[in-house]
Each structure stands twice: as C-alpha cells, then as structure tokens.
C-alpha cells in the first residue's frame, strides 16, 4: 500500500526537476515573501489526481488553492507539493515534496522526497523510519551537544520576536544554527541525525505532517513549543527533539511564553 504512495511522490519529483523558466511564473501569495510557482500547482494537482486514483476513498487537503477536501473522511493526505519554494525559486536544489497520510485522528504514513539528491524520507506508524530503506536513529543528546535548526515563520511577522528570543536564548546553549528554507526537510535532518532539534514559531500542517512522524518513528519527541500535541487542522509551532535535548527546548520556550511582551507571538 505505501509503496505506491511513494512511487507517486517519486513521480512527482520529475516535475520538478524538469521545471524550466520558473523565474516566469512566480506570483505572490499573502506577501512578497510568500511564493507560489506554476510547478507548485502542477506537482498539487499530480499527487492529488494520483492519490485520490489509488485511494479513492480518502481526501485531500493541500497546500495551494488551501484545497481542504477532508470533510467526513477517516482518512486524508496532507500535502506540500513543494516544501521551500523560495529556494526552488532561488534554485538552490534544496526542496521537498511532503505526503503525509492521517487515518483516524493520527499519522499513519509520511514521504518527504528531495528530488535532487534522490532522498527519500519515509515513516509508518509503530514500523520505524528509514532513509532510502535505510534505517534512521536520532541521536540523543543534551542540548549542549546539539546543532539546532529552525524555522524563521517569516510569513507570520508577529512571531518575529519570539523567534528571536528563542534563538538568543538557545544559542549559548548549542554547538551552532542551522537555516534551510525548509521545514520538512529541517524535521527529516534532525531524525537522520544530521542536526539534533528543530523549532519554528508557527508552521502549517503541510509543512511539518510527514516530517513529523518521520521524526517520532526515529526516536524522536514532537510537539508545538508549548508542550501540547501539533494540531495538524491549523497553524500552530513545533518542536523536535531528542528525549535528551527536547525537555530542555521546551523549559526555554515555555518561559519565554510567560514574558508579557511575548504573549501570543507562539501560535
């Protein structure tokens, strides 16, 4: 069964590799820094028609267009056609297709594929995660022993200032930062060991729903910035970590969310 969901988001990697002119159908969503392509359209357009062939019992609720065909449905994809279009945009080759596949309330199955590097980052519920069929294992450690990624979430400015306590706060505390234009692919990172926690002010469901269940099933500990579960309908922040570095993540974000000049800058 998930081995087509995957050889559908491999198929769809194609159209973004042979995308060509993207600098010719750039438009601007809610603001000049919030992009949209033709290609995010067209990889939309491909999942959801191969998707919902294959299982046509279930819904859809994408990225572009909000496209929230999930009413009534046990189970549903949530999806990003691409994770990072400002880097596509840019073409930086650092993007991600996120699948991510809710059944009952819960994550069931996520595929996050980097289609330049032919990275294909996979999870089903209680059976692990794995990289190119590859077993992944977060590494657990403190958060002095941590490299941190994080996600700025430009498009809310009202998060800017919790962002930037968050960084000041967490910085002395961490071997380094890491920024990459992409929350799946920051989540997926962080559960194949290549940095050790992860947080952003406020995300929406398509960018963090495949990455993470990929993260828990690699060991993994995720929730919003507050401590309490992601919300996967709404905008809301997350947090990954390790059962070593995430307690610690958690302590600085939760005061943080006591200062008075801070309230509400956590969705």
Not at 211 to 238: F, K
Request: hydrophobic content about 40%.
């Amino acid at each position: 069964m998930y081995e087509i969901i995957e050889a559908i988001v491999r198929r769809a990697g194609g159209i973004i590799l042979g995308a060509k002119h993207i600098d010719e159908s750039v438009q601007e969503k809610s603001s000049h820094c919030d992009l949209v392509t033709k290609y995010d359209g067209m990889v939309q357009e491909y999942l959801r028609e191969a998707l919902l062939t294959a299982f046509p019992e279930a819904g859809f609720y994408g990225e572009e267009e909000e496209v929230h065909d999930i009413a009534g449905k046990s189970a549903y994809f949530i999806v990003d056609p691409i994770d990072g279009t400002m880097n596509f945009v840019r073409h930086a080759k650092h993007s991600c297709i996120s699948v991510g596949l809710m059944k009952d309330g819960r994550m069931e199955y996520g595929a996050v594929y980097q289609p330049y590097t032919d990275e294909m980052f996979t999870a089903q519920r209680g059976r692990g995660a794995f990289l190119n069929g590859s077993r992944l294992k977060m590494r657990d450690v403190p958060l002095s022993e941590s490299i941190a990624m994080f996600g700025s979430a430009i498009y809310y400015r009202d998060t800017i200032p919790a962002t930037a306590r968050l960084m000041q706060e967490t910085l002395p505390l961490i071997l380094d930062f890491r920024r990459s234009g992409s929350a799946a692919l920051d989540i997926c990172y962080v559960a194949a060991g290549r940095a050790d926690v992860f947080f952003e002010a406020c995300i929406r469901p398509w960018d963090y729903a495949a990455a993470s269940l990929i993260a828990q099933e690699a060991g993994g500990v995720v929730s919003a910035l507050d401590g309490t579960p992601l919300r996967y309908i709404d905008r809301c922040s997350v947090a990954v970590g390790s059962p070593s570095n995430y307690p610690e993540l958690i302590r600085i974000a939760q005061r943080i969310l006591q200062e008075p000049d801070m309230k509400g800058r956590i969705k």
